[in-house]
Protein backbone atom coordinates (compact mmCIF):
# COMPACT_ATOMS: atom_id res chain seq x y z
CA UNK A 1 0.00 0.00 0.00
CA UNK A 2 1.40 3.59 -0.94
CA UNK A 3 0.10 6.61 0.65
CA UNK A 4 0.28 10.19 -1.12
CA UNK A 5 0.55 13.32 0.39
CA UNK A 6 0.58 16.60 -2.17
CA UNK A 7 1.87 20.06 -0.94
CA UNK A 8 2.52 23.27 -2.71
CA UNK A 9 -0.11 24.40 -4.42
CA UNK A 10 -1.85 28.08 -3.99
CA UNK A 11 -3.00 31.18 -5.96
CA UNK A 12 -0.41 33.03 -8.29
CA UNK A 13 -0.84 34.92 -10.91
CA UNK A 14 -0.06 34.61 -14.40
CA UNK A 15 3.89 33.94 -15.51
CA UNK A 16 4.98 32.90 -12.24
CA UNK A 17 6.09 29.78 -11.06
CA UNK A 18 5.36 27.30 -8.54
CA UNK A 19 6.16 23.90 -7.24
CA UNK A 20 3.66 21.27 -5.83
CA UNK A 21 5.06 18.23 -4.01
CA UNK A 22 3.81 14.86 -3.42
CA UNK A 23 5.41 12.63 -0.64
CA UNK A 24 4.77 8.76 -1.24
CA UNK A 25 5.05 6.52 1.91
CA UNK A 26 6.67 2.65 1.51
CA UNK A 27 10.11 1.17 0.92
CA UNK A 28 9.98 0.25 -2.85
CA UNK A 29 9.72 3.97 -3.99
CA UNK A 30 11.78 3.05 -6.96
CA UNK A 31 9.78 0.42 -8.47
CA UNK A 32 6.60 3.09 -8.83
CA UNK A 33 6.46 5.00 -11.78
CA UNK A 34 4.75 8.87 -10.77
CA UNK A 35 2.80 10.98 -12.24
CA UNK A 36 0.54 14.11 -12.13
CA UNK A 37 -2.56 14.40 -13.84
CA UNK A 38 -5.26 17.23 -13.02
CA UNK A 39 -8.82 17.91 -13.50
CA UNK A 40 -10.12 20.95 -14.16
CA UNK A 41 -13.78 22.50 -13.11
CA UNK A 42 -16.47 20.56 -15.61
CA UNK A 43 -13.24 18.79 -17.12
CA UNK A 44 -12.26 15.16 -17.08
CA UNK A 45 -9.41 14.30 -15.48
CA UNK A 46 -6.24 14.67 -17.98
CA UNK A 47 -2.57 13.64 -17.79
CA UNK A 48 0.01 16.11 -16.80
CA UNK A 49 3.59 14.31 -16.92
CA UNK A 50 5.04 11.18 -15.73
CA UNK A 51 8.78 9.54 -14.56
CA UNK A 52 9.40 6.30 -14.12
CA UNK A 53 11.05 4.77 -11.03
CA UNK A 54 14.66 5.23 -12.04
CA UNK A 55 13.80 8.87 -13.00
CA UNK A 56 15.40 8.03 -16.61
CA UNK A 57 11.81 8.10 -18.72
CA UNK A 58 9.93 11.40 -18.20
CA UNK A 59 6.69 12.34 -20.47
CA UNK A 60 4.53 15.25 -20.92
CA UNK A 61 0.98 16.68 -22.05
CA UNK A 62 1.54 19.27 -25.00
CA UNK A 63 -0.21 21.36 -22.96
CA UNK A 64 2.83 22.36 -20.83
CA UNK A 65 5.71 20.49 -22.31
CA UNK A 66 8.46 23.26 -21.68
CA UNK A 67 7.03 24.28 -18.98
CA UNK A 68 6.57 22.24 -16.52
CA UNK A 69 9.23 19.90 -15.08
CA UNK A 70 8.82 17.02 -13.13
CA UNK A 71 11.66 15.54 -10.70
CA UNK A 72 12.54 12.90 -7.91
CA UNK A 73 14.23 12.40 -5.01
CA UNK A 74 13.88 8.68 -3.91
CA UNK A 75 16.28 9.02 -1.04
CA UNK A 76 13.16 11.49 0.14
CA UNK A 77 10.16 9.18 -1.31
CA UNK A 78 9.21 12.75 -3.40
CA UNK A 79 8.04 13.85 -6.75
CA UNK A 80 7.88 17.64 -7.25
CA UNK A 81 6.25 19.58 -10.17
CA UNK A 82 8.20 22.41 -11.48
CA UNK A 83 5.26 24.97 -12.86
CA UNK A 84 6.94 27.77 -14.74
CA UNK A 85 4.89 30.28 -17.09
CA UNK A 86 1.51 29.26 -15.50
CA UNK A 87 -1.35 30.10 -17.36
CA UNK A 88 -4.74 30.47 -16.16
CA UNK A 89 -5.64 27.60 -17.87
CA UNK A 90 -3.31 25.95 -15.93
CA UNK A 91 -5.85 25.97 -12.97
CA UNK A 92 -6.93 22.89 -11.52
CA UNK A 93 -6.47 20.45 -8.45
CA UNK A 94 -3.65 18.41 -9.75
CA UNK A 95 -3.01 14.36 -8.36
CA UNK A 96 -0.28 13.04 -7.58
CA UNK A 97 -0.42 9.28 -8.82
CA UNK A 98 1.73 6.06 -8.38
CA UNK A 99 1.59 2.65 -10.33
CA UNK A 100 3.99 -0.43 -9.70
CA UNK A 101 5.92 -0.54 -12.94
CA UNK A 102 6.82 0.71 -16.37
CA UNK A 103 6.22 4.30 -17.64
CA UNK A 104 2.64 4.75 -18.40
CA UNK A 105 0.30 8.01 -19.29
CA UNK A 106 -2.86 5.96 -18.79
CA UNK A 107 -4.68 7.29 -15.87
CA UNK A 108 -6.39 3.80 -15.44
CA UNK A 109 -3.05 1.93 -15.42
CA UNK A 110 -2.31 3.86 -11.79
CA UNK A 111 -3.41 2.01 -8.47
CA UNK A 112 -2.43 4.85 -6.06
CA UNK A 113 -3.80 8.76 -5.63
CA UNK A 114 -3.27 11.71 -3.73
CA UNK A 115 -6.13 13.83 -2.33
CA UNK A 116 -5.38 16.84 -4.65
CA UNK A 117 -3.72 20.05 -4.37
CA UNK A 118 -5.44 23.46 -5.63
CA UNK A 119 -3.44 25.47 -8.00
CA UNK A 120 -5.24 28.85 -9.32
CA UNK A 121 -3.50 30.78 -11.96
CA UNK A 122 -5.32 34.04 -12.21
CA UNK A 123 -5.06 36.57 -15.23
Known amino acids: QVQLVESGGGLVQAGSSLIVSCAAS????????MAWFRQAPGKEREFVTA????????GYADSVKDRFTISRDNAKNTVYLQMNSLKPEDTAVYYC????????????????WGQGTQVTVSS
Open 97 to 112: AARRGPYSDYDLSYNY
Open 26 to 33: GRTFTSYT
Open 51 to 58: ISGSGGTT
